[in-house]
């Protein structure tokens, strides 16, 4: 990543919360756990490179879970939910994006078009997330999104699944 001009922070710390965290979503107690916090600010183009960096992982099956963590107090008010037609069709929008770019440059037009206006930075963290992930899905629309509630708070898991 630093190859690509990110400053990385590597913190030493090993959170146990976390290993209890993965263990609970794959069933089986992991050997490694890492974590890579995201910062917000970055503009989305930023966020698929990330993704782009962590294929590498992916394909030497390395499970990569991207997880968008909400603060205490934060509800579904201020935030949408996988299921929610907003983001839906915002990784539709994407996925459409990507195929036109693809077709562009297959076709040599890409050379002949105004250069893009440059993005502006994120500040959702579910963006910036997703903007990520959607990457490390091939730039396709996920194959599944699923949710369940976790608790008599009406807390919920909800997210996307990219299938290798």
């Known amino acids: 990543m630093a190859e690509r ?3 990385v922070a590597i913190a030493g710390s090993r959170d146990r919360a976390l290993e209890v965290l993965a263990e609970s979503m794959i069933g089986v107690v992991p050997e490694e756990v890492i974590e890579l ?54 990784i539709q929008q994407w996925e459409h994006e990507q195929l036109w770019l693809q077709a562009m440059s297959v076709s040599g037009l890409a050379d002949h078009r105004d250069p893009p206006v440059k993005d502006k930075t994120v500040a959702d963290p579910t963006l910036c997330v997703l903007n990520t992930a959607f990457s490390l899905g091939g730039f396709k629309a996920p194959q599944r999104v699923f949710g369940f509630a976790l608790n008599e708070d009406s807390q919920s898991l909800a997210g996307y699944g990219w299938m290798q």
């Open 37 to 90: 916090r995201l910062n917000t600010g970055m503009t989305s183009d930023s966020y698929r490179q990330i993704g782009g960096c962590l294929e590498a992982l992916r394909d030497q099956g390395v499970l990569l879970i991207c997880m968008d963590q909400k603060g205490v107090g934060e509800g579904a008010v201020t935030h949408h939910q996988p299921h929610d037609a907003y983001i839906r069709d915002l």
């Open 5 to 7: 001009g990110f400053d």
